[in-house]
T-cell receptor
Framework: NAGVTQTPKFQVLKTGQSMTLQCAQDMNHEYMSWYRQDPGMGLRLIHY???????DQGEVPNGYNVSRSTTEDFPLRLLSAAPSQTSVYFC???????????FGSGTRLTVV | GNSVTQMEGPVTLSEEAFLTINCTYT??????LFWYVQYPGEGLQLLLKATKADDKGSNKGFEATYRKETTSFHLEKGSVQVSDSAVYFC?????????????FGTGTKLQVIP
């Protein structure tokens, strides 16, 4: 099925470890975003991209890196995991022009 | 800046009850407005949208009317089902430097009991 695919679905990291959350979409959407979802705080934008080779910071970018080498893929890297990064991470994409976002099913990350 | 305020949950209703989830917004201009739904263990799905004042978005029995005069976009359903149990997010997209930034509300959890 067409959509946004995130891997892994669950991950446990130790403090200081690094890892990459994968995100891929097959809808040829130009715009992609990473959000984190925490209880009582809704969704907060981490990083976003308006096309291959173009990324920018959102509200809460510290501790995360992104790159966009192709239209399809938008990985999120945690450089040195901290307990404060325990959260559910969602990748989303849109064609823009008010079309609404398509979300992946999320990655539940626990940092111990 | 742009913001969205949703009623706090959780909201617990009996099956076939009437549902209203309030959403108000603050924005410059006249943005589109969205409602998203998140079922347990899943990502958000676009439920409905409205692109201009007085528009009514509808889907799966849910409706919301874009009210410019009250800056509101309340979600309603005439008869809820157990399968409607989920978290509902009001969202405000704005174009910013060529990017569609979206401000989400904090979400309202709905539980429907048989």
């Amino acid at each position: 099925n067409a959509g946004v695919t995130q891997t892994p679905k669950f991950q446990v990291l130790k403090t200081g470890q690094s890892m990459t959350l994968q995100c891929a979409q097959d809808m040829n959407h130009e715009y992609m975003s990473w959000y984190r979802q925490d209880p009582g705080m809704g969704l907060r934008l981490i990083h976003y991209s308006v096309g291959a080779g173009i990324t920018d910071q959102g509200e809460v970018p510290n501790g995360y890196n992104v790159s966009r080498s192709t239209t399809e893929d938008f990985p999120l890297r945690l450089l040195s995991a901290a307990p404060s990064q325990t959260s559910v991470y969602f990748c989303a994409s849109t064609q823009g022009a008010g079309g609404g976002y398509t979300f992946g099913s999320g990655t539940r990350l626990t940092v111990v | 800046g742009n913001s969205v305020t949703q009623m706090e949950g959780p909201v617990t209703l009996s099956e076939e009850a009437f549902l209203t989830i309030n959403c108000t917004y603050t924005a410059t201009g006249y943005p589109s407005l969205f409602w998203y739904v998140q079922y347990p263990g899943e990502g958000l799905q676009l439920l409905l949208k409205a692109t201009k004042a007085d528009d009514k978005g509808s889907n799966k029995g849910f409706e919301a009317t874009y009210r410019k005069e009250t800056t509101s976009f309340h979600l309603e359903k005439g008869s809820v089902q157990v399968s409607d149990s989920a978290v509902y997010f009001c969202a405000l997209p704005m174009n910013s430097g060529g990017y569609q930034k979206v401000t989400f509300g904090t979400g309202t959890k709905l539980q429907v009991i048989p």
